[in-house]
């Protein structure tokens, strides 16, 4: 939870309101593409370029609200990533996909919108987790909803060196899990996070899905998933890891916010730095994470 409320919302351009009350969220609407994201987790939870169908996939069962992680769209997983490197944090993922954002800027260029969101002082936050942080983390998300969905953060430590570990938790949605694969990872390293995975293991040829799997990948490289005739391209920048998940059908019932039968919609292909791909940050340095969504004609 966050002791800070709400701040009025800077001014807005055509196209783009603010929405939801208790659970406010900004929404998108321009001849480019129609999108939304969250102030609750600076989590985008929609983008469609004109004339497509949904790239996002968001869980029927999501929750919403201040304090909760929303299941889809594209969380941000920060300062660590799962239980942290040492497997003792919590909560999972991190703190700041609990934390109400702090819209500080929206603007129109033609037809892209830009919205800039900053993570509120940690000293006003009583959220899990923040006490473990340097005291003066800073962090700034800009999202740019366009023909290409752009999002990039920069988290900073003025005082302190950290290790820090993030995720742009990208949920995309597909037709059926079994019939899609992702090209751009053959011959890299991973470790695979699935029950009975070995530690570390090199991609050999497309990533296919026949099991759960939760793999992070030593790539800096371009992923495009291929589903049918949709190609759709995630890029990054100041990313060292690809983070590939889908729960399967056990894990997925596990869930309370995760429909049993979800898991064949969607998956994760993750901008990330995360387990032996973590950045060193020293006292006074940032980093910036940036990932790019984009469909691709086939």
Known sequence: MT???????????????????????????????????????????????????EVLWVSEHARFGEGVAIR????ICAPWFATGRAKNRSPQHGFFRNVRWL???VHRDDDD???????????????DGVE?????????????????????????????????EEALHTYLRVSDIASVHL????????ADRAPGGRAVNAQSGDVRFLRETDRVYASTDT??????????????AGSNSTVV?????????????????????????????????????????????TTTISLQDA
């Open 223 to 236: 992923v495009t998933l291929v589903d049918g005739d949709r190609r759709v391209v995630v890029g990054k």
């Open 113 to 127: 919108v830009t919205v800039v969101l900053t993570l509120p002082p940690l000293s006003q936050l009583d959220a």
């Open 183 to 190: 090209e751009g990872l053959d011959g890299a390293r991973y």
């Open 72 to 75: 889809g769209g594209v969380p």
């Open 3 to 53: 002791t800070t409320t709400t701040p009025p919302s800077p001014a807005l351009p055509e196209g783009v309101s603010l929405t939801g009350g208790d659970v406010p969220r900004l929404v998108v609407d321009t001849p480019a593409c129609s999108g939304e994201i969250h102030l609750d987790g600076a989590t985008v939870t929609r983008w469609a370029p004109a004339g497509a169908d």
């Open 245 to 289: 998940w889908n729960p399967w059908e056990r894990k997925a019932a596990e869930m309370s916010d995760f429909g049993d039968d979800e898991w064949r919609g969607m998956v994760c292909v993750e901008a990330a730095n995360a387990l032996a791909g973590h950045v060193k940050l020293e006292a006074g340095g940032s980093h910036t994470l």
């Open 103 to 105: 819209p500080t800027e």
């Open 132 to 164: 473990s942080a340097p005291a003066d983390l800073t962090a700034t998300y800009t999202v740019t909803f366009g023909a290409t969905l752009r999002m990039s953060l920069t988290i900073a430590s003025p005082s302190e060196a950290m290790e820090l």
